[in-house]
């Protein structure tokens, strides 16, 4: 055989198989396992039953070491006053750490405001942690890799890697990220991974009095969260922005933003 | 106690206050150091586009400037680091983005794109100067009396020319030919640097105020009108210092002296900085309606469309900023210099004071984004307001505030005094 004809035939060979290669897909076993895993966390919020006590918000920050003074959280409570005229105003102050206390609406700079019982239509309280979305903006975003999603769901920041940038922060939509005041890193909820990993329940779910918050395992067929979502007819917070979040509402208004 | 109380200071509390509802965690996490970046960054593209006009295009109109760019934007190449270093949380830990890029982010190209660029600009400067070392050296070996800062000089041009001695006809032409390509590889890559500084805001999802796909072209545009106004002011104003010395026959301050081109009188020197900045200005003009008309666009548009986030937006931009943006940054950051600059018979003076208010205007322009982004909150139902710390009382709010940023502010203009000493920003040559 000529070397001409030698490469010619080589070249052939090699786009032909190179063709018909590209149809196989090479399936790295690791990934395989990790696409469909036997947990994934989710959280159900009931905020018809959630009084706005603020224990889930103090356990929180107990066992997650946040200063408890400091001014940030990593789980809040909300509380909305929708009046008869349409108006909707809404506080959260010190994140519900110490509970409602107060008919008073804390509107920061604005000061405290007053709203009469008879204004009221409806009132309410919505309970915030992180989505552990699906696709989360704050991951994709992290220049150094450092904020990561395990394969059960769960978002996690690693404090030994993170240069402290803020750009996940900006990226949340849901404002659940912040700069640990001890750490000086990015911090956020992780649904008390410690805890659910071992069995337990998170912190939050184990203070709450009304069962407003649980957690569970969406591949689990048995489990009652999951079958809740399945079933009943839940929402979630802003999908607008596609990022598929994991904490499930019932009874959520349109007001909640 | 002292502990206990430290600890309740979180980030951004210092200087972020807020108004009606405003979740827990939210602050104005991206401060005044943040603004400085892609201004200095947006200074150092602009130089170098500035510069590259000559060289690649050759508009032999902006000769005599081309080569104070490029050693500028040389000297500001490491201020733009410097943002970003003060505003970490851990600032040791910069370099993790070197070693573990994730590159589904914006900012993590930064070191790649960033280091690439430098490469190119100090290249470009090495085959600029590639013969002057030479001629640097040789005439410093053959000086008979050499100072202590003359030996320091030789040691240096020794060192970084590479060995590199030809003075050859045909060297010195393949030189020529390297400038040119450097400086044309460098314009996408300075676009590129700063192009994806706007990326990296016009990409946040979460915030109303930056996602549009405008934002990387605006931050060009405006990049090279701030670049080119901080030009036309520093060239006039070296060039006036350059005339008082030339008039006394002194030359402290510059290095002239050091390196021999001693041929100066001030009528030439005068009519060269004439030329150049009314040269400049009209480039100046038409990178101004670009950016001018884009700014606009995107606000027209996002008013047009009103989509959910518009009832905030529309608060910030026409209540809360309104002062910032429509007075100060497009009043008097664009119309008034624009106008300036637009009646004929420039001076010198004139464009320098329209340049001082474009560079004004570019920083509103930057502040505006920046601050402006996180002045409402992601519950569309409150504001933040931003106050720059003045007086520092912590590390924090020296680094981001006013002190920090006069550091930044302030490096180029040091870095330039000392990078003049070794490549003569206002050498005049004939081969280049």
């Known amino acids: 055989m000529k070397r001409r004809d030698f490469l010619k035939n080589s070249l052939v060979f090699i786009s032909g198989a190179g063709v018909s290669m590209s149809a196989l897909e090479w399936l790295d076993p690791k990934a395989v396992l990790a696409s469909r895993p036997e947990v994934r966390w989710a959280f159900l919020v009931d905020t018809h039953k959630c009084v706005g006590c603020g224990f889930c918000v103090k356990a929180c920050k107990i066992e997650n070491d946040i200063p408890l003074q400091a001014n940030v959280t990593r789980t809040w409570v909300e509380r909305y006053v929708i009046k008869k005229d349409g108006d909707v105003v809404m506080d959260s102050p010190k994140g519900a750490l110490n509970g409602f206390t107060s008919n008073k609406i804390d509107q920061n700079k604005s000061g405290m405001l007053e709203v009469a019982d008879e204004e009221i239509a409806q009132a309410f309280f919505v309970p915030k942690l992180c989505n552990q979305c699906e696709n989360p903006p704050c991951v994709q975003v992290c220049p150094v890799g450092a904020t990561y999603q395990a394969a059960d769901g769960v978002v996690l920041v690693d404090r030994k890697w993170c240069i402290g940038c803020g750009y996940c922060i900006m990226g949340c939509p849901y404002g659940v990220r912040f700069f640990h005041p001890k750490e000086k890193v990015a911090e956020k909820c992780n649904f008390c991974y410690h805890r659910i990993t071992q069995g337990k329940k998170t912190a939050c779910v184990q203070a709450c009095p009304f069962s407003a918050r649980k957690i569970g395992n969406l591949r689990d067929p048995k489990d009652p969260v999951a079958q809740v979502i399945l079933n009943q007819r839940v929402g979630v917070l802003r999908d607008e922005y596609g990022t598929k979040p994991h904490v499930f509402y019932i009874g959520l208004n349109k007001e909640v933003r | ?432």
């Open chain 2, 1 to 432: 106690m002292v502990e206990s109380l430290a600890q309740m200071v979180v980030h951004g509390e210092a200087w972020t206050v807020k108004d009606l509802f405003v979740l827990p965690n939210e602050y104005v996490y991206w401060s005044i150091q943040i603004v400085l970046y892609p201004y200095m960054t947006g200074l150092v593209a602009g130089a170098f586009v500035l510069s590259s006009l000559y060289h690649v295009f050759g508009v032999e109109k902006l000769k005599e400037i081309a080569r104070f760019a490029l050693v500028f934007s040389f000297a500001l190449l490491p201020v733009a680091m410097m943002p970003l270093m003060l505003h970490l949380q851990q600032p040791q830990r910069g370099i993790n983005v070197m070693m573990t890029p994730h590159f589904t982010s914006a900012i993590s190209a930064f070191g790649i794109v960033f280091m690439t660029y430098a490469c190119i600009v100090g290249a470009e400067i090495w085959f600029v100067y590639r013969q002057f070392i030479v001629e640097s050296i040789q005439r410093l070996e053959n000086k008979a009396d050499r100072g202590s800062i003359d030996s320091l000089l030789l040691l240096i041009y020794k060192l970084i020319s590479l060995g590199a001695r030809d003075l050859s006809e045909e060297a010195l032409h393949a030189d020529h030919k390297a400038v040119k390509f450097l400086a044309g590889l460098g314009i996408p890559v300075a676009c590129f640097l700063h192009g994806y500084a706007g990326f990296i805001f016009g990409s946040v999802k979460a915030n109303a105020l930056w996602m549009t796909p405008l934002m990387p072209v605006i931050f060009i545009c405006s990049a090279v009108v701030s670049g080119i106004a901080l030009c036309i002011i520093s060239y006039a104003v070296f060039m006036e210092i350059r005339k008082w010395a030339a008039k006394r026959n002194k030359n402290f301050l510059l290095p002239d002296r050091l390196v021999g081109t001693t041929d100066l009188s001030a009528d030439h020197l005068r009519s060269v900085q004439t030329h150049e900045v009314k040269m400049t200005s009209k480039y100046l003009l038409i990178f101004m309606t670009l950016a001018i008309t884009l700014e606009l666009l995107d606000i027209i548009f996002r008013g047009y469309t009103a989509v959910k986030s518009w009832d905030i937006l529309r608060d910030v931009i026409y209540e809360h900023d309104f002062t910032k943006i429509f007075i100060m940054q497009y009043g008097i950051g664009n119309v008034l210099p624009f106008l300036l600059l637009l009646i004929p018979g420039l001076t010198t003076r004139r464009a320098c004071v329209a340049c001082v208010l474009v560079l004004f205007g570019v920083f509103m322009m930057r502040w505006n984004v920046v601050i402006g982004g996180q002045a409402f909150s992601l519950s569309f139902a409150g504001f933040m307001h931003y106050h720059l710390p003045i007086i520092p009382h912590d590390m924090e709010t020296f680094k981001e505030g006013l002190g920090g940023s006069l550091l930044v502010l302030s490096a180029p203009f040091i870095i330039f005094y000392f990078i003049n000493m070794i490549f003569p920003a206002f050498l005049e040559d004939k081969s280049h």
